[in-house]
């Protein structure tokens, strides 16, 4: 059984969700993977997993966590500034490692992902997803808009103006903190 999942923000599309991994809580980095909090390392690998659904196709090994942290370095990269050739280069490196598999079957055509190492699978799903949101709505994938906050999303407003990872808490810090400008103001 796997611990719970400690992350503020869960749900995202794999690829967002690995960047959220990391997070800060009460000014203090916090990293499932690697850094600070409980659990770390294939723990926390396990934890993520199972939060997005790959727990039953990958084992949260040592070599999977090398090649999941390799594609979350390329992720961040890419998502802080697009088009960055080196991040591209380190992405496509993950996508070499897998492929999609098309086959018709007696219910219909299919696309499976194969891997000729399935350490390299959730890495390579994170890179894929991101590949599918770049095509979908490139200008949808944000970073939270709180100065303190590491989160990002994928926007699914209405009218795509969302800002916060959270309205419950990086919205209501904003607006605290221009309600406290204010008062301090007057």
Do not use: Q
Request: include cysteine; proline fraction near 6%; charged fraction near 25%.
């Amino acid at each position: 059984m796997t611990a719970p999942d400690p992350r503020p923000l869960v749900g995202e599309p794999v690829s967002l969700d690995l960047l959220n991994t990391r997070w800060v809580l009460d000014g203090t980095p916090r990293d499932l993977l690697t850094g600070t909090g409980e659990p770390t390392g294939t723990d926390g690998l396990a934890v993520w997993l199972a939060s997005t659904g790959l727990a039953a196709r990958f084992t949260a090994d040592a070599a999977t966590l090398e090649h999941t942290l390799t594609a979350r370095d390329a992720l961040a990269a890419l998502v802080d500034s697009p088009g960055d050739r080196s991040a591209t280069g380190r992405l496509n490196a993950v996508l070499d490692h897998g492929r999609i598999r098309v086959a018709l079957t007696p219910a219909g055509p299919v696309e499976e992902a194969e891997f000729a190492d399935p350490s390299w699978g959730p890495a390579w799903t994170a890179a894929r997803d991101y590949l599918d949101l770049l095509r979908t709505a490139p200008d949808r994938i944000r970073a939270c808009a709180h100065e303190a906050c590491v989160l990002h999303f994928f926007d699914t407003s209405r009218n795509g103006t969302r800002r916060w990872c959270s309205m419950a808490v990086c919205g209501n810090r904003a607006k605290a903190s221009r309600h406290y400008a204010r008062s301090k103001e007057g």
